[in-house]
C-alpha cells in the first residue's frame, strides 16, 4: 500500500511593524519550526529571529525582483514535505508586500496555505483615525507624478467606500497632502507616522490643518506614512442617493437637456447606478409616456 503524498504548509506570518513587543507566540513557534523563511530581506529577518533567539531554518530570498523566479523552488521544497514561513520586512506578507505569487502558486500545486495574523499598518491606522470604518478601500502606495496622484484622487471622490487608505513615502507626504487640499478639500484627513514606534504620531484634521502640522514639525521627512482620507459628500450627491432611479434620469434630463439614452449614459459613466438599473428606469419613463 503506497503511503499518502505528504506536502509541507505554506504559513503567511504577520510580523511587528515598528514595536516588536507585537511578535505574537504563535507567530514565534511557527519561524522557529519551519523548514526554511522566505523573507523580503534576508538581512531584517535575520535580525529579527536573532532577537528572538530563533535558529535552524535557512532564510532565503523572496523579494519583488525576484519572486518570479523562486516560487517555483519554493513549491518544490513544499511538495517534498517542507514546511515554509512567507514573512515580509514588516507586517503582513502580501499586503502592499511582496508573497502573492508565491502563494498563488502553492495554491496551484494544491499545497496548504495558511496564515499567522500579526500587526499590519493600514488596518492600525484604520482603527487609531477615528473615521468611520464600516468599509474602506485600500490602494496602496500612492503614484509618484502629482498628475497621477490627482487621477487617483479624482477617482476616489466617487468610490462606494467614503474612506480611503493609502501608503506614502516620508519624501513625498507633505506635496501629497498639499494635492489632496487641491483636490478634495472637504475631505477628512488623518496621517499616522511610524505607527506603534517610540515617536509615533498622528494628525487629524481639514488637509489644510494637517499640512500646517506636518510642516512645523522638523522630523516630518522621516519615517512611514499611512494616509486616509474620509470624503464626505455633498448634499447634492447625498440626496441623489436617496432619489428612485427614474427621477435621477428626469433630473439630469431637465438640467442638461438631454435624451433619456444620454442621460443613462452619462449618470452609469459617473456610476452613480449600474447601467442596467439606469436603462430599466428609462423604459419604465417611456411606459408612462
Avoid: W
Avoid at 515598528?18 to 507566540?25: H, V
Avoid at 432619489?243 to 434620469?249: D, R
Amino acid at each position: 500500500m503506497e503511503s499518502a503524498e505528504v506536502k509541507g504548509t505554506l504559513s503567511l506570518v504577520g510580523t511587528p511593524i515598528g514595536n516588536l513587543g507585537d511578535m505574537s507566540p504563535r507567530a514565534l513557534e511557527t519561524l522557529q519550526n519551519a523548514d526554511l523563511i522566505a523573507a523580503e530581506d534576508t538581512r531584517t529577518t535575520a535580525m529579527l529571529l536573532e532577537k528572538y533567539g530563533i535558529t535552524g531554518a535557512k532564510v532565503l530570498p523572496n523579494h519583488k525582483f525576484n519572486e518570479q523566479n523562486a516560487a517555483a523552488g519554493f513549491v518544490r521544497d513544499l511538495l517534498e514535505g517542507k514546511n515554509i514561513a512567507l514573512v515580509t520586512d514588516a507586517g503582513m506578507p502580501c499586503v502592499s508586500d511582496p508573497g502573492y505569487l508565491l502563494v498563488e502558486a502553492a495554491v496551484e500545486a494544491g499545497i496548504p496555505v495558511t496564515a499567522v495574523p500579526g500587526p499590519c499598518a493600514a488596518v492600525t491606522a484604520v482603527a487609531v483615525s477615528g473615521f468611520n470604518a464600516l468599509s474602506f478601500a485600500f490602494y496602496g502606495f500612492l503614484p509618484r507624478t502629482a498628475g497621477d496622484i490627482r487621477k487617483v484622487l479624482r477617482r476616489v471622490e466617487k468610490e462606494y467606500s467614503p474612506l480611503s487608505v493609502f501608503y506614502e513615502s516620508p519624501n513625498r507626504i507633505i506635496d501629497t497632502v498639499e494635492l489632496v487640499g487641491e483636490v478634495l478639500p472637504g475631505c477628512r484627513v488623518c496621517v499616522c507616522n511610524d505607527l506603534t514606534k517610540k515617536f509615533e504620531r498622528i494628525y487629524r484634521g481639514t488637509p489644510e490643518r494637517v499640512l500646517s502640522q506636518l510642516k512645523s514639525n522638523p522630523n516630518a521627512g522621516k519615517g512611514e506614512y499611512v494616509l486616509l482620507l474620509e470624503n464626505r459628500r455633498s448634499e447634492t450627491e447625498a440626496q441623489e442617493e436617496k432619489l428612485s432611479p427614474e427621477a435621477l434620469l428626469v433630473d439630469r434630463m431637465v438640467k442638461d437637456g438631454i435624451s433619456a439614452k444620454e442621460a443613462v449614459a452619462l449618470l452609469a459613466s459617473e456610476k452613480v447606478l449600474p447601467k442596467r438599473e439606469l436603462y430599466d428606469a428609462a423604459v419604465r419613463l417611456r411606459e408612462l409616456l
